[in-house]
């Protein structure tokens, strides 16, 4: 008997986690991706005739309360309508017995694949619009917990989504205090994750990494210091590869990603106010900068006034000296 | 600051910077109050005339060329009036004239509607 080859294994593996979709308007395309707690598959919605990507639980479920977490995603999701966070069409249990939910199918790439070819400014941009849609979510009480390069990803037409809400969870509002919507499913997703660490090294929060109960959003502005400083430097959060990184930016970074989430920035909103004070070129709030910096960002800010100003200058000083002849 | 205020400034402050440069000029050092203040009110009218233009027409490039022309016409009528000197009035007037039609379209706050 003939062995069977890894790739006819892995073959089997996936045949072996194809959902059952009979009784559903779905049916299976292809494989698109694995997550934490489940499989993402593209299928065709045979009611509207559209593509549609299915997130499904493994069939071989290590705990009880992970379809209740796959459906309080789900939830999550439906409740934060925004157009950087990806929407949900349904959800529910499929025939085989295993959670399942619906939501809009992205063609484009990874945070991490799209961001190679952009330069500096351009990069800082799409941070903004990652910061914004995780603000939203910040405002209405919930908290991302596993943002990373290959969470995010870039549409077809540039739009960007925040991927992967498995890990998310009621926290307390950053400013207004929760909401009645978001208390009435907070004692749920709270009681399920508490104690146990969840994350991706790297970008997770040291709070985040000690299993903290008391991780609030400043979890996720750590995140995207992080996330910032990959953009930035094309490698992993590490302190000696910012060589060649503007001043100003590592500054951000820093302070997004401090140890002590008091010292970090308030809100995402913040964050982005100094990213775009930097791309105006005005003094960014995480940056003591020193008398030469803050004169040489004068001069980017304003070039054209101050070359107008030096030109009239000299020409004045040349008439003075001709006048003296 | 609004456009029109922004441009009454510079134009004011400008116009008094070059109306003291005569100082350098022996010849004229005894005039210099009144090249100075002649040179301000030149300024300023420059100024409200260039800022009242970048209320209207947002336009860099458009701001800039309105701007050299009202420098040079006021800067005209003033060497007209000095019976000479023309390039020497003339062209730091025109210069004036092009920093402050750059930097009312640059900066300065639009004009903010009424409220009722």
């Known amino acids: ?325 | 600051m609004n456009k029109v205020l922004f441009g009454l400034l510079l134009g004011a402050v400008l116009g008094a910077f070059d109306g003291m440069t005569a100082w350098f000029t022996p010849q004229v050092r005894a005039q210099l109050a009144g090249i100075v203040i002649g040179s301000t009110v030149k300024g300023l009218v420059a100024g409200i005339l260039i800022g009242l233009f970048a209320r209207k027409v947002h336009s860099l490039a458009l701001g800039i060329v309105f701007g050299l022309a009202v420098g040079l016409v006021l800067a005209f009528i003033v060497a007209q009036l000095q019976h000479g000197y023309y390039l020497e009035i003339m062209l730091p007037g025109g210069m004036v004239g092009l920093i402050v039609g750059y930097a009312t379209q640059r900066y300065g706050r639009e004009a903010q509607p009424l409220r009722t």
């Open chain 1, 1 to 325: 008997m003939k062995p069977l080859t890894d790739s006819a294994v892995a073959r089997l593996q996936t045949d072996m986690q194809l959902p059952d979709l009979s009784g559903t308007r779905y049916c299976v395309i292809r494989y698109l991706a694995r997550g934490g707690m489940g499989t993402v598959w593209l299928v065709e919605d045979t009611v509207l005739l559209r593509r549609v990507a299915l997130k499904v639980l493994d069939l071989v479920s290590p705990a009880e309360d992970v379809a209740e977490r796959l459906l309080q995603e789900a939830r999550i999701l439906a409740s934060l309508e925004h157009p950087g966070i990806v929407p949900v069409h349904d959800a529910g249990t499929l025939a085989d017995g295993r959670a399942f939910y619906c939501m809009k199918f992205i063609e484009g790439h990874t945070l991490a694949e799209h961001v190679a070819e952009k330069g500096l400014r351009e990069r800082i941009r799409l941070l903004e619009r990652i910061a914004e849609p995780l603000d939203f979510a910040h405002v209405r009480g919930f908290i991302h917990r596993d943002l990373k390069p290959e969470n995010i990803m870039i549409g077809a037409f540039g739009e960007v989504l925040i991927m992967d809400w498995g890990l998310a969870r009621v926290g307390e509002q950053p400013e207004s205090g929760t909401s009645n919507s978001s208390r009435s499913r907070q004692g749920r997703s709270r009681d399920t994750l508490q104690g146990s660490i969840l994350g991706t090294p790297g970008y997770m929060s040291p709070e985040q990494a000690r299993a903290d109960s008391k991780v609030d959003h400043r979890t996720d502005i750590f995140s995207l210091g992080a996330i910032l400083w990959f953009m930035l430097t094309g490698e992993a959060p590490d302190k000696e590869s910012s060589v060649g990184l503007p001043r100003p930016l590592r500054a951000i970074c820093t302070k997004a990603m401090a140890a002590d989430p008091g010292e970090r920035y308030s809100s995402a909103g913040a964050m982005n106010a100094d990213l775009a004070k930097y791309l105006t070129n005005a003094p960014v709030g995480a940056y003591r900068e020193s008398w030469f910096e803050r004169a040489g960002r004068i001069y980017a800010r304003h070039r054209v006034a101050v070359v107008l100003l030096a030109a009239y200058l000299l020409m004045r000083g040349f008439f003075i000296l001709w006048s003296r002849r």
